[in-house]
């Protein structure tokens, strides 16, 4: 559980409903607020800058992909950290080769493989977001 008296937000862009309501409900359950969208069109024309904690969007989607999301979300809001998912080891090709273009380097870290343990996704976003955690002692 998150222990920050901040609640951390977190913006969810998938076309896969299955993912988002999976996703969300794990994320929800370790005390994040997640918002979800399955277009990423209204995504974008939704977004509000420096809401959000951090970003996770699907690389394949219809009408927008992933990156092309993410170069417009970067021109509303700078400075929200914004990580990418998907199953598909292609696109975490893609992800490696093209990343210098996005104007700033993303880490490793912030490409999150389908799928992925619950455990493990949030731990990686408790790091990325650099929340500190209690422990139920």
């Known amino acids: 559980m998150i222990s920050n008296n901040r609640v951390k937000k977190i913006l969810l862009v998938d076309d896969e409903p ?4 999976t996703i969300k409900n794990i994320l929800e359950d370790n005390g994040f607020q997640v918002d979800t969208y399955n277009d990423p069109i209204i995504s974008l024309k939704s977004y509000t800058s420096n809401y959000y904690n951090l970003v996770i969007l699907d690389i394949k989607m219809p ?4 990156f092309e999301l993410y170069t417009k979300i970067r021109v509303k809001d700078p400075k929200v950290k914004i990580c990418f998912l ?4 292609m696109y975490y090709e893609k992800f490696r080769k093209t990343r210098s273009e996005f104007g ?7 490409f999150i493989q389908k799928p992925i343990k619950n455990e ?3 731990k990686k976003l408790i790091a990325i977001m650099n929340i500190d955690i209690t422990t139920n002692a």
């Open 63 to 66: 009408k927008m992909d992933g």
């Open 18 to 21: 299955d993912v988002l309501y």
């Open 86 to 89: 998907t199953a598909s080891e």
């Open 104 to 110: 700033r380097i993303i880490g490793e870290d912030c």
């Open 120 to 122: 493990d996704l949030v």
